[in-house]
């Protein structure tokens, strides 16, 4: 058992002030004694990030150069799908530790994996079908993060049911043997690993498929995140091909509840807002991914004022950083609306505690993990702001979550706990270098590789 103390602690319910805290066998201990090793002032619950894929960490800044005059998501999809053809197993470990690295030191502590890189470029399994799966859960145990791993169902390349494309070959799989490998990685899930279902889109899965998941009992209880209504070209096909708008059908035809993540759900009509809003299912909100890929605004302010439940994401990771994140989720909506201080709620007006308590919540509840809070029998999982920093003089308990997320660029996150470890000390990862230095030699090989 090792104690601690904190002058200044946080947790959705409010400040406690001079928090003691004991920390055994990697969780939070009912009651601490003595006055333990004293952490700093400000400590916080770290940050679930509800949506990942890895592999597009080492493309960021890559696709920043006009190849169309009409570039957009869809042209961005191509690079991307020629980048992700020239990654395998190693390459992704590699990769994959260096992100959880970087998220780790930006104060983010578990990370749901939106996995659909299972084979061989060419479409053929891997001698072991799970290599690719196996290779993130590798990579998150080196970097001491927590991982939901959510392997992903893909089938088809459009709405209209059309085959995969060949560089979706290797995304592919058939209910059968992707519920095998499912069952696989359900037999090494442990403290730091919870596997989860995920159906890529309503593009790439058909409705079938998904209700033969859904009754599987393996499947039973997990986490469900699928991608939706990023796009008005989906909204578009979805209406034509099904009649209704994706998140409305996606509400009429399966169960969608608490155990549901929809990433993105940017274009709803303002009934869709409120009964997503009223399911229970989380919005998997990655506003720097949105804005960089010209998505479209979230209604926030609407689906706030009906309670629901949100969580981010760093999605293609062009910003790791829960930070920026939330930030943008606030500014986008300020831009638009030409208004300040906006996503509150009536028991909280401070936007900043107002994001982070929704996010934790939201994103411990989308990674199906009992994260996000400091709380008796938790998983010790916590960050640790830099006392040293002129960012935070002067400031009080009532402004400081609203300074952490609003003022300034340099990164405040000190010290990183995940399951009674230290992960970072002083800003830096126990295993920075390392990590670091294999993955600048993977992408030196994959540049060189074009
Ligand atoms: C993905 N990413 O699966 O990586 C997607 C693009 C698609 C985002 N939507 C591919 N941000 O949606 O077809
Ligand atoms: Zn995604």
Known sequence: MKNYFAESLWSPQGWTRGARLAVAAGRIAAAADGHGER???????GMPNLHSHAFQRAMAGLA??????SDSF????????????????????????QLYVEMLEAGYTQVCEFHYLHHQPDGKRYADPAAMSLA????AREAGIGLTLLPTLYMTGGFDGRPLSERQRRFGFDVDGYLSLLQQLVNVENAALRIGVALHSLRAVPEKAMREVLAAELTRGMPVHVHIAEQIGEVQDCLALRNARPVEWLLDNLPVDARWCLVHATHMSAQETQRLAQSGA????????EANLGDGLFPLKAYIDENGALGIGSDSHISVSPVEELRWLEYGQRLATRHRN??????NHSVGETLFAAALRGGAQAAGVGVGAIAADARADFIVLDDDSALLAGRDEASLIDTFLFAGNANLVR????GGDWVVRDFRHRD?????????????RLAARV
Not at 39 to 45: A, E, F, I, S, T
Not at 136 to 139: R, S, T
Not at 432 to 444: G, H, L, N
């Open 415 to 418: 010290h990183v706990m995940v």
């Open 432 to 444: 920075r270098e390392r990590i670091a230095a294999r993955y600048r030699a993977t992408v030196e």
């Open 39 to 45: 952490l700093g002032r400000c400590v916080l619950p």
């Open 342 to 347: 906006i996503a509150v709620s009536v028991a």
């Open 74 to 97: 869809w042209t961005w999809r191509e690079t991307m799908y020629a980048f992700a053809g020239r990654i395998g197993p190693e390459d992704l470990q590699a990769i994959a530790a």
């Open 136 to 139: 993130l859960i590798e990579a």
């Open 282 to 289: 989380v919005a998997g909100l990655c506003p720097t991914t």
């Open 64 to 69: 920043e150069k006009q190849t169309n005059s």
